[in-house]
């Protein structure tokens, strides 16, 4: 018989394998759904995890690589400071759209006005609309007491349509003969987010590891991370330390949603380039697994991100070169999650076998 015995703490070592095991297991399971897809497995595991950074094309995917990352850290990064204090952001995939949008609609505002103050006034505008849209769950739970998990997350249904609404209406850009979608922003030198486009280098990424190095100084040396830890652990002893739990979650919303803002606003002017139907690529929720996937630690955060990246990246080349359905890498990511939940079991928990005489 196999039972499962609570550890006095939580294990040490069980806390940095449980990301290692859960891609290992994910990388077999993966081979198997793609063995029976018809596809050689060991063919698709090397070209989903090899291929971008060693093949004789890496030179060109490599770049692609920190496209992919970038919005997946920063949104990753503050969606790690609500779910820390137990607040649970789910809708990053709405902000990240309200701050492609309110960005965007600053830099065709100004269009065609050549100004080195328009990009940031787009940065402030895409954070401000991610922070906005936060703040509409975070006030319901603090005011209401709603449950933030649904109200996020309904939200981002509102974002979409909202999102169909601009590229269809007032973004539409007016010499595209009628057709969906804005301006292109990357071809307008006082809007875009590119530093340099060949190294896949634009000011997302730079964002990306200024949020990194923030979160891990706030979180490891500040009294706003104590307070974070605190609340997460053990709310009734942050209320005892003096933490308004009420102002923490409309702090921890609102970072949440200004990062992701921002990362909605830099791929907007940059690698998507205007606003468009299907500009949102999922990125808001496939960063709730890099978040976990890198145990909400800044530094983890990252190397997770890294390695989601090289899932979107692989997993374009393997649709190009042997036809796998893009369904099945979506099924691989959601497997990583499933996984890394399933294993993280240990983390608090020891496997204890015994035998039962039969009576």
Known sequence: MIRLEKRTAPSRFWTYAAPVLAVVLTMVCGALLFAALGNDPFV??????????????????????????????????????????????????????????????????????ESPFIFPLMIMAGALGGWAWAMIPGVLRVRFGTNEILVSLMLVYVAQNLLASMALGALRNPDASGFPGSRNLARYPSATSWINESAGLHWGVVFALIAVIFAYITLSRHIFGFHVRLSGQSPRAARFAGVN?????????????????????????????????????????????????????????????????????GGEIAQANLRLPAAAIQLLQGMLLFFLLAVDVLTHYRLRFSTQRLA
């Open 44 to 113: 698709t595991i090397r070209t989903i995890f090899w291929d971008p950074l060693f093949s004789e094309f890496s030179w060109y995917y490599r770049p692609q690589l920190l496209i992919k990352a970038a919005p997946l850290v920063l949104i990753a990064i503050g969606l790690s400071f609500g779910f820390r204090a137990g607040v649970w952001n789910i809708g990053a995939e709405g902000q990240y759209i309200l701050g492609a949008i309110c960005g965007a609609a600053v830099g065709l505002a100004f269009y065609p006005t």
């Open 245 to 313: 739990p009420g102002l923490l979650v409309l702090i921890c919303m609102g970072i949440s949603g200004a990062l992701a803002g921002l990362a909605g606003l830099f791929e907007v002017a940059g690698p998507s380039g205007l606003i468009s139907i299907d500009f949102n690529a999922g990125y808001g929720f496939t960063a709730i697994i890099v978040a976990f996937l890198g145990r909400l630690h800044p530094v983890g955060i990252l190397l997770a991100a890294g390695l989601m990246a090289l899932t979107y990246i």
